[in-house]
């Protein structure tokens, strides 16, 4: 199983970036899927699921902001983070939970500073 996230970076307070997480290895429309981020000095928490139904919830801190989707085509999912603040810098990361268990992804910074 391999979770590769991408579309990390540097953006200014206010503004948008879409993370992606290309997944291989499993059957990914029997997975739910997951962004989870962690800041320095604090906890990994999460931020977004999607089902394998398609059924999505975000966190209250991002609610109104991030979007999460999915591609089963693709077998891609993503978050769509718009009006980024400085307190959303982490490294965000993929996570995918199905029939073969809990996998994550190495993970991808952003960093959201003027």
């Known amino acids: 199983v391999q979770l590769v996230e991408s579309g990390g970076g540097l953006v200014q307070p206010g503004g948008s970036q879409r993370l992606s997480c290309a997944a291989s290895?499993?059957?990914?429309?029997?997975?739910?899927m997951g962004w989870y981020r962690q800041a320095p000095g604090k906890q990994r928490e999460l931020v977004a699921v999607i089902t394998s139904g398609g059924r999505t919830n975000v966190v209250d801190s991002v609610k109104g902001r991030f979007t999460i989707s999915r591609d089963n085509a693709e077998s891609t999912v993503y978050l769509q983070m718009n009006s980024l603040k400085p307190e959303d810098t982490a490294v965000y990361y993929c996570?995918?939970?199905?029939?073969?268990?809990?996998?994550w992804g190495q993970g991808a910074q952003v960093t959201v500073s003027s």
């Open positions: 290895g499993i059957i990914f429309s029997m997975y739910a």
């Open positions: 996570y995918a939970a199905g029939p073969s268990g809990a996998n």
